[in-house]
């Protein structure tokens, strides 16, 4: 067994199929070992790394913006699916879907240069707090989580997001509260255009989607970023039961897990009936699929860091 | 100064660049000092990292399918733009375009899983020697090149491929040639469906291309894969003139490297008149854009490894 410092997990079945795949793909000589260079674990970030109640954080941070442009140009107020973010309106934001959300914060941020929104994104989590749980968002990141990704790159994994939100959102707090880098975020993102400004060469977002890193699309934007088929995997909605299809079939030793939100004490307890981004399919198949399901609420000693 | 193992590289104004440019970067409390993770270097592959006449590398590789898939269907020989292909007529090729000659590789490879072209891949590599010199493709990577990537990362700093070639076929060499993680490679793609195959995730190729890593989409594609601009580029054809500038008009200290290929007698000699990959903007540029102009000539004491 490697050394663990998974404290803030509790012993049980979610914990020792963890130990017990570490240890096993990192045996030299042993019929599961994996060279270093294939120890690719992927992670959903919304609801896996951080909490995505009772919105994903990309909708709260679009949602500041456009009140700010709300200001200016008051006809936003009475246009949809503007009208709808700015007023928080659940029933028209669920027709609107995961997708149609994210496309509304590329209009939003259409315009800025990359390195205007990185100043701009890098502000706003610097105060943004979540609106139940008083705290700001970057402080919302699972303690477990963060113990696990240390726990697979001290055991020679290379870590990465693989996440349906705005991959340069993500990238702004990834370094600093998972210790994942830059490039080793993957996300939904838009298209940009290269241009000379003022003799600096920029990069200007547009409106339009360059890929919703949802569903299918995960294995496909895996292929595309990372080029290998990950070994470990970890989701927490049928949003990534695509992901985690594709690490459990593989060829050799595999763990896939899934996060149950189950813990209305301590953070949120849903599943189904979060219509952004449920939870059926994965965890009704889990069984069938080899799938490791970890119940926050039994899993985890401590959900969040000690505030 | 920082130890130099560029032993391949003659004494001179871009060695000095070089050794120069490092030195600074790395030496703490200096002015010019960047932290490590922002220590970024992009380089492009065909003519920058290895040989790319009398065609790019991905030419032969694609013709050669192509040539299989001819004798089971002889209708291909007589249909465009394959006839060109077989037959390597280059008016025609050098009209197809670069971007041209890559949709048809992409047609030819469309309905493969990633698996069945990484084995097709990797056999091919093993065997597939250049027409002219003789030697494997894989033995045509440039030694200079190898040991500067290798100084590079010593130096603290993650090296990337950024290239027109396709994203697959270079991550079957770039490990073991570059010392380059396959996550570490950008490079043109196709699109992919991902599906289940007899209970296996698979990631299929789409005929369909997704990115044509080339120009203006070099820096796009920066920004998505790694989210953060270059402060070392290297290149060789007007189809890096964007990265280049993107890399140099950044703040703070930054390096941009052109190849020249003025070496007739050990290598090739070609600039303007190479129409798939012209070099003449980026050369007659190149003082007006800060941009060192590395003279194979002059600057590379050898080419190749020796063989």
Same mark, same amino acid.
């Given at each position: 067994m490697p050394n663990s410092s998974l404290s803030s997990w509790n012993d049980g079945a979610a914990k020792s199929a963890i130990l017990d795949f570490v240890a096993r793909v990192t +045996? @030299? !000589? !042993?019929? $599961?070992f994996v060279r270093p260079e294939e120890r690719v674990a992927t992670f959903d970030n919304d609801g896996t790394l951080w909490c995505e109640q009772p919105l994903q954080v990309q909708f709260f941070f679009g949602r500041d913006l456009l009140e700010a442009m709300a200001e200016r140009d008051p006809s936003l107020k009475e246009r949809q699916p503007f009208k709808a973010y700015l007023e928080r309106d659940m029933a028209t934001i669920n027709d609107l879907g995961k997708k149609g959300l994210f496309e509304v914060g590329a209009a939003v941020h259409a315009g800025m240069t990359e390195d205007e929104f990185d100043a701009y994104a890098h502000n706003w989590l610097a105060t943004a707090k979540h609106p139940? &749980? !008083? +705290?700001l968002f970057t402080e919302l990141t699972y303690q477990p989580q963060v113990e696990l990704l240390e726990f697979l790159r001290a055991n020679g994994f290379k870590t990465f997001i693989v996440s349906g939100g705005g991959i340069d959102l993500i990238r702004c707090f990834a370094e600093g509260?998972?210790?994942?880098? +830059?490039?080793?975020v993957v996300g939904s993102s838009v298209k940009t255009r290269f241009e000379m400004r003022n003799g600096r060469g920029e990069l200007v977002k547009l409106a @339009? &989607? $360059?890929?919703? $890193? $949802?569903r299918e699309i995960k294995p496909h934007n895996i292929g595309l970023h990372i080029g290998r088929r990950p070994i470990l995997a970890f989701g927490n909605s049928d949003g990534d039961l695509a992901m985690l299809r594709y690490c459990k079939t593989g060829q050799g030793p595999r763990l896939a897990l899934l996060v149950h939100h189950d813990d209305a004490e301590r953070e949120f307890a849903y599943d189904r009936e979060f219509r952004l981004s449920p939870l059926a399919e994965a965890l009704d198949k889990a069984d069938e699929y080899g799938i490791t399901v970890v119940g926050m609420k039994r899993d985890w000693r401590a959900v969040f860091e000690a505030g």
């Amino acid at each position: 067994m490697p050394n663990s410092s998974l404290s803030s997990w509790n012993d049980g079945a979610a914990k020792s199929a963890i130990l017990d795949f570490v240890a096993r793909v990192t +045996r @030299e !000589g !042993g019929p $599961d070992f994996v060279r270093p260079e294939e120890r690719v674990a992927t992670f959903d970030n919304d609801g896996t790394l951080w909490c995505e109640q009772p919105l994903q954080v990309q909708f709260f941070f679009g949602r500041d913006l456009l009140e700010a442009m709300a200001e200016r140009d008051p006809s936003l107020k009475e246009r949809q699916p503007f009208k709808a973010y700015l007023e928080r309106d659940m029933a028209t934001i669920n027709d609107l879907g995961k997708k149609g959300l994210f496309e509304v914060g590329a209009a939003v941020h259409a315009g800025m240069t990359e390195d205007e929104f990185d100043a701009y994104a890098h502000n706003w989590l610097a105060t943004a707090k979540h609106p139940k &749980l !008083g +705290r700001l968002f970057t402080e919302l990141t699972y303690q477990p989580q963060v113990e696990l990704l240390e726990f697979l790159r001290a055991n020679g994994f290379k870590t990465f997001i693989v996440s349906g939100g705005g991959i340069d959102l993500i990238r702004c707090f990834a370094e600093g509260r998972y210790g994942i880098a +830059r490039d080793q975020v993957v996300g939904s993102s838009v298209k940009t255009r290269f241009e000379m400004r003022n003799g600096r060469g920029e990069l200007v977002k547009l409106a @339009e &989607l $360059d890929s919703f $890193d $949802d569903r299918e699309i995960k294995p496909h934007n895996i292929g595309l970023h990372i080029g290998r088929r990950p070994i470990l995997a970890f989701g927490n909605s049928d949003g990534d039961l695509a992901m985690l299809r594709y690490c459990k079939t593989g060829q050799g030793p595999r763990l896939a897990l899934l996060v149950h939100h189950d813990d209305a004490e301590r953070e949120f307890a849903y599943d189904r009936e979060f219509r952004l981004s449920p939870l059926a399919e994965a965890l009704d198949k889990a069984d069938e699929y080899g799938i490791t399901v970890v119940g926050m609420k039994r899993d985890w000693r401590a959900v969040f860091e000690a505030g």
